[in-house]
């Protein structure tokens, strides 16, 4: 059945680099407490690279293959809950190391790998880039995913929203000095294409950093409808996918692009 009003769960995390059986066993705990507590919970989201941070050191050693040890006890937790479970993860696919996030099914199947398509920094000598965006039917409404540094690419979000997401799911590894722009790109992304943002981001101490929280979900118009603070935490929203066609009646952005006009662009030089 269709339900417009979805509950979502997002895990801001401490985690420790390096530890993957130690993270995943944390995150498994917390999630079924989560789950027996909240009961009929639409979507769990939990960071960027959840169970294995990032240690570049071993990387080869704990990233792992789909299906693996952590996919396949996330798809158990989302079977045994009816649950769809949103994680990001290092894969190995095809002699390669990927940033990635793995949307797995209410029925434990995995159903979409999504590949960080923008890598920042040092993660361009460790992972290898993916080169698809993905959107995702969810019975009659679609989600989109990205990861950390692409919430600040408007043109990914943009990219999801002209292809039917209604919810854009952002999974982070943000550090503390920056967390401040995590949580204003959060809501621009929202307000900017008129869909759900549910930015989930890691918290606390890692090898060589100190990682911000700030995790929230945003509706359409800007508004913060639940949040993790700067500690770990677990925060619950609840949406209803109504008001994205409502505001999108009232303030008419996306209708109103003109695609033609963003094509031409004329630079004029001054004689100062």
Known sequence: ?????????????????????????????????????????????????????????????IA??????????????AEEFGSYVIAGIAEKYEGKIFDSAVLIGPQGKVLCVYRKTHLF???????????????????????????????????ISRALTLNGAKIIFSLAAFP???VDHFMLLAKARAVENQVFHVAVNRVGPGEDKVYGGGSLIVNPLGDVIAGAGRIENVMVGVIDLDLIDDVRRKITVLSDRREEVYKRVKVVHSNF
């Open 1 to 61: 059945m269709y339900l417009k009003v979805l509950k979502i769960v997002g895990l801001q995390l401490e985690l420790r680099d390096g530890k993957k059986k130690e993270n995943l066993m944390k995150a498994l705990n917390i999630l079924k407490a989560v789950a027996d507590k909240e009961r009929e919970v639409d979507f769990f989201c939990l960071p960027e690279l959840f169970d294995t941070g990032f240690d570049y050191t071993h990387l080869n050693l």
């Open 64 to 77: 792992e293959e789909i299906p693996g040890e952590t996919v396949n006890a996330l798809s158990n937790f």
């Open 121 to 155: 920094q040092e993660e361009k000598d460790h992972f290898s880039s993916g080169d698809t965006l993905f959107v995702v039917n969810i019975g009659k409404y679609r989600v989109g995913l990205q990861i950390c540094y692409e919430i600040r690419f408007p043109e």
């Open 176 to 178: 503390l000095e920056r």
